[in-house]
Nanobody, 125 residues
Framework: VQLQAFGGGLVQAGGSRRLSCTGS????????IGWFRQAPGNEREGVSC????????YYADSVKGRFTISRDSAKNMVFLQMNRLKPEDTAVYSC???????????????????WGQGTLVTVSS
């Protein structure tokens, strides 16, 4: 399973950014997908996840109300819309597969089945 996150960059505090996750050689609809991030010197943190159908989502308390996860089956992509960004959101963001029935626990514990190259988001104050 090859996943890749992209869309990162430099953004000012209070701004927005949309990250995209794409899969190579697989249909993302067949998987629950999680977004994770890791800041320098910190452990990997689960941010959000979405079920294969898109009907169930989860958000970490740190991003609830600011981030929105979604998926587009036609484009075979999963998105993470990040609004009202804060400097503490600065990290490398990655997407990965998680279990459909265990996606919330796996995201909370930052446990992925597979993941790909991440994308750096830098939020300046």
């Amino acid at each position: 399973v090859q996943l890749q996150a992209f869309g990162g960059g430099l953004v000012q505090a209070g701004g927005s950014r949309r990250l995209s996750c794409t899969g190579s050689g697989l249909s993302l609809d067949d998987y629950a997908i999680g977004w994770f991030r890791q800041a320098p010197g910190n452990e990997r943190e689960g941010v959000s996840c979405i079920s294969g159908s898109g009907g169930t989502t989860y958000y970490a308390d740190s991003v609830k109300g600011r981030f929105t996860i979604s998926r587009d089956s036609a484009k075979n992509m999963v998105f993470l819309q990040m609004n009202r960004l804060k400097p503490e959101d600065t990290a490398v963001y990655s997407c990965g597969t998680v279990g459909e029935m265990t996606m919330v626990d796996q995201t909370k514990n930052a446990q992925l089945y597979s993941w790909g190259q991440g994308t750096l988001v830098t939020v300046s104050s």
